[in-house]
């Protein structure tokens, strides 16, 4: 079984300020794909970043980068420059060929902006 | 842009009523997914289409949920009757396919209240 354990339930950022979610993962599949998505207040799930098991870059997107330590099985988001709209939930998540390439999520990591 | 769509976006009912939730995902994705949200967690799978078929619905209370993707494309989740219990967040994805690379996008969800 998959498993993604978020051991901060509520972090708080400075405007402006660099944050770091963590995100410890196990699997016993040597394939497989991580995800982090965020959750404003409105419930939708938006994706924000991907990293692949056998990618051997961090994956980055805008202000979002990943970084992937494979052998300690973390997978830790990094936001830079916060913003005020960045006050969400943040939820890291796992697929693999042993769940059906199902999510499976974490319990995620309440992000307060302050300004 | 590409969005999944769902609706209704907020549902409340009166335990032992039937309810009915319709997602369309987006084009061309073949596989769609129900998830379930429960207040202060991370979704969780009720089922798993795959073009028309369900890869996984191992998650899915049989003896009062039901999931159809008749025609591969769009789908209607239903419960009947609902509980008090059933009150959460319902969630439906749509990807590509089925690898660990393919990203899992989500609609707006339906909220729903089981009085």
């Known amino acids: 079984a998959q498993k993604i354990t978020q051991t901060q339930p509520g972090m708080f950022v400075q405007e402006k300020e660099a944050v770091t979610l963590d995100c410890t993962y196990d699997t016993s599949d040597q394939s497989y794909g991580l995800f982090w998505y965020k959750q404003p207040s409105s419930g939708e799930m938006i994706f924000l970043i991907y990293?692949?098991?056998?990618?051997?870059q961090n994956a980055t997107e805008g202000r979002y980068s990943l970084n992937f330590q494979k052998a300690r099985k973390s997978a830790n988001l990094v936001i830079s420059a916060s913003q005020l709209g960045d006050s969400a939930m943040y939820f890291c998540a796992i697929v693999c060929r042993g769940s059906n390439y199902k999510l499976t999520f974490g319990k995620g990591t309440l992000l307060t902006v302050n300004p | 842009e590409a969005e999944v769509a769902q609706s209704p976006r907020y549902k409340i009912t009166e335990k032992s009523q039937a309810v009915a939730f319709w997602c369309d995902p987006i084009s061309g994705h073949a596989t769609l997914y129900w998830y379930r949200q429960i207040l202060g967690q991370g979704p969780e799978l009720l089922v798993q289409f795959q073009d028309e078929s369900v890869v996984d619905d191992s998650q899915l209370p049989k003896d009062r949920f039901s999931a159809e993707r008749l025609k591969g494309v769009d789908s209607t989740l239903k419960i009947q009757p609902a509980e008090l219990g059933d009150s959460a967040m319902y969630l439906c994805?749509?990807?590509?396919?089925?690898?660990?690379?393919?990203?899992?996008?989500f609609g707006p969800g339906t909220r729903l209240t089981v009085l």
């Open positions: 994805a749509s990807s590509a396919g089925l690898r660990e690379t393919d990203t899992q996008y």
């Open positions: 990293q692949g098991s056998y990618d051997e």
